[in-house]
């Protein structure tokens, strides 16, 4: 008996990975349990592990009195004397219980508790040992699939990869080896779950510092990182020695350690930049391979205007915009990119504008469009100590503009000049098919007020430039057709603008793409 129950302790530590205590506990908790079902709970019954004797030995414990009234939980002094002729009354006596009595069924619950006991204890220790293991990379075999997650035995444990943390391009099939990411661990009625992520970018960052030993040692750190799982990765690294180059260092002699990152991402690309304090700069080197020609830059809401050649313009975004929102997600900024030429236009009907109004020094305005302001709307939003950077601006003059780009916002007419009717003079009558003669008709603009350009005047585009796609002819078909500014567009169909005269497919996809409401 001393053997056996000792032997069955000793293995099931070994194979089960629980303390022996825990066993111990169990085995008193299980006879404990097998002697109230037999004997009833009215009993004050202990249990106690005698590991000399190899057996949990089960006692009995009643009061000592002088006048018994319940004989389950008291004892006559005279017959506790006759076991422990020093017991006193008040004392507690403890008897022991022969429990090889119990039977097959309190037998069959005692192993029920301890079942349940090593559970319980597994379950703490897989949750313990995995919780530490938090942010680390697993290896794993996959065992089965369930409902598209992937269950993968770890060892110990089993990991579960849901659908969205799998590469979509990837596929395994059951006894594939599985390489992932120890995202969370959440404890549940059967066992801790462990969930595994292959789409994360702390997985990204993780083989990057299995792979470069001067990240693992801290002197090349991954700033930020950003992901499109499987398709295009971007990390910004810095380095806190000037004689080690942190780009260079991720790279490896002829791009060894790239392309181990690489491989292990079934191919995915990764384009390493170098990070920098200066925001404007950090942005570029986020976009590249594209080039940067000018970066305006609004402290305020995180957002930059980004310049580039008009060749750059393409690469500058990537492929279905991929490039653009993996520079957002790298640098935390709001990015608007144009062309030189689409700048250019934009500029020249802002100055066409500022023009307009005469509180504005002619010195400050191309700084204030290099600035970033492009509209009365924009100027009426500032503050006057921004504007008092500018010259010919002091506090006077700049609370001036600031009052009169609000009153022209309340007026419905800015930009649209009022329409001058056309007054039918001498020789500007023309000569019906009838002969009758026809004057112009009212409300047309009079020459020189944007009659040449059919009403419409560069001034009053502005708003409609600002879409991407929209030219300054695409721009007057639109408000010609009455599209007078983006909220105008933002629930019209491409069908709808390709009624409109002088737009084309190309363009009406893109400004009903541009116009979608975003969110």
């Not at 595994?196 to 960052?205: C, E, I, K, V, Y």
């Not at 942190?246 to 181990?260: D, I, L, Y």
């Not at 995915?268 to 940067?292: G, H, Q, T, W």
């Amino acid at each position: 008996m001393v053997s056996d129950l000792n032997q069955v302790i000793e293995t099931v530590v070994k194979e089960r990975g629980v303390s022996r205590d825990v066993i111990v506990e169990a085995l008193e908790a299980a006879m404990l349990t097998a002697a109230r079902k037999k004997l009833g709970i009215d009993y004050d019954i202990e249990a106690h592990f005698n590991s000399d004797l190899g057996e949990v030995e089960l006692f009995r414990f009643r009061e000592v009195v002088e006048d018994v009234e319940d004989e389950n939980v008291e004892i006559e002094v005279g017959k506790a004397k006759e076991l422990d002729p020093e017991v006193a009354i008040g004392d507690s006596l403890g008897e022991k219980i022969d429990a090889k009595g119990f039977g097959r069924i309190s037998a069959q619950m005692a192993k029920q508790v301890i079942i349940q006991k090593v559970r319980d204890a597994e379950k703490d220790n897989i949750f313990n040992e995995y919780k530490d293991r938090k942010g680390e990379i697993a290896n794993g075999i996959l065992r089965r699939f369930e409902k598209g997650a992937m269950i993968v035995d770890l060892g110990r444990a089993e990991g579960i990869m849901y659908p969205k943390d799998q590469i979509p391009r990837e596929s395994y099939n059951i006894g594939d080896r599985v390489r992932a990411f120890i995202q969370d661990i959440v404890r549940s009625t059967v066992s801790p779950q462990i969930i595994l992520s292959r789409t994360s970018a702390d997985f990204l960052r993780k083989l990057f510092e299995l792979e470069v030993p001067e990240i693992a040692e801290g002197i090349v750190s991954i700033v930020s990182a950003a992901r499109e799982p499987g398709m295009r990765a971007k990390i910004a690294v810095s380095s806190r020695d000037p004689n080690v180059d942190p780009v260079g260092a991720c790279v490896g002699m002829k791009g060894s350690r790239v392309q181990s990152v690489v491989n292990e991402l079934r191919g995915e690309k990764i384009d390493i930049v170098p990070y920098s304090e200066n925001p404007a700069r950090f942005v570029c080197n986020a976009l590249a391979p594209a080039e940067v020609t000018k970066v305006i830059i609004d402290e305020d809401s995180r957002a930059m205007q980004i310049i580039v050649a008009d060749d750059q313009l393409s690469l500058a975004i990537g492929k279905r915009g991929q490039n653009v929102r993996l520079a957002v997600q790298l640098s935390g900024w709001k990015l608007d990119i144009q062309s030189e030429t689409k700048w250019n236009e934009i500029s020249e009907i802002a100055k066409s504008v500022f023009a307009r109004v005469p509180q504005i020094p002619e010195v400050a305005v191309d700084l204030l469009i290099k600035s970033g302001y492009m509209d009365v709307e924009e100027l009426a939003d500032a503050k006057p100590e921004d504007l008092m950077r500018y010259p010919g601006i002091d506090e006077a003059r700049a609370k001036e503009i600031i009052e009169i780009c609000n009153r022209i916002l309340d007026f419905n007419d800015w930009p649209l000049p009022e329409p001058e009717p056309a007054k039918a003079a001498e020789g500007d009558a023309e000569e019906g098919a009838d002969g009758a003669s026809e004057a112009k008709a009212p409300g047309a603009l009079a020459k020189g007020k944007g009659a040449a350009d059919g009403g419409v005047s560069p001034e009053m585009l502005f708003d409609l430039l600002k879409l991407d796609g929209v030219g300054l002819e695409s721009a007057r078909a639109l408000y010609r057709a009455g599209y007078k500014n983006r909220e105008a567009l933002k629930n019209v169909t491409i069908d709808v603008l390709l009624a409109v005269p002088g737009l084309d497919v190309d363009v009406a996809q893109r400004v009903a793409e541009a116009a979608k409401p975003k969110g």
